[in-house]
């Protein structure tokens, strides 16, 4: 940067101190730019490794309830390579059908924040390049 720099001022290419303030000023910013934009990718990238490893605690599948003589129970569905299983969660109105209903709910929105994440990551990679 230092030798763009001397070549401008040897070759009378900056004109006067106002340009030379100019052109070390726009240098600065785009390199201050540049970090940031670095700064907030790592930051992103971070994000998603933890939400990822967050999900990954968090049953797959999708809950079902199934009415068995007027009383209603859930299961949970998945797959298990090319079959579907289920597994007993137990009665809808249970300690164990709340929680997995909660499961569930923060596993959508794990996964909702780590698309968010993936979309504002290919947004940053982009304006990394631009400043690089």
């Known amino acids: ?3 763009i720099l001397l070549d401008y001022v040897y070759n009378k290419r900056l004109k ?7 052109f070390i000023y726009n240098i600065d910013m785009n390199s201050v730019l540049k970090g940031v934009l670095e ?4 930051r992103n990238l971070q994000k998603q490794r933890v939400f990822s ?3 990954a605690k968090y049953p797959k599948g ?9 009383d209603q129970y859930l299961y949970r569905k998945y797959r298990d ?3 579907v299983a289920s597994i007993y969660v137990g009665p809808v109105k249970s300690d164990e059908a709340k929680k997995a209903y909660e499961d569930r709910d923060k596993y959508i929105k794990l996964k909702q924040d ?6 504002e990551e290919k947004k940053l990679r982009k304006a990394v390049e631009i400043y690089g």
């Open 16 to 22: 006067n101190i106002e340009m030379l303030y100019t």
């Open 114 to 119: 780590i698309k968010d994440l993936k979309e």
């Open 81 to 83: 390579g090319d079959k």
């Open 53 to 55: 490893n967050e999900l």
């Open 62 to 70: 999708s809950l079902v309830v199934v009415k068995v003589h007027g």
């Open 39 to 42: 700064e907030e990718l790592e």
């Open 1 to 3: 940067m230092a030798a």
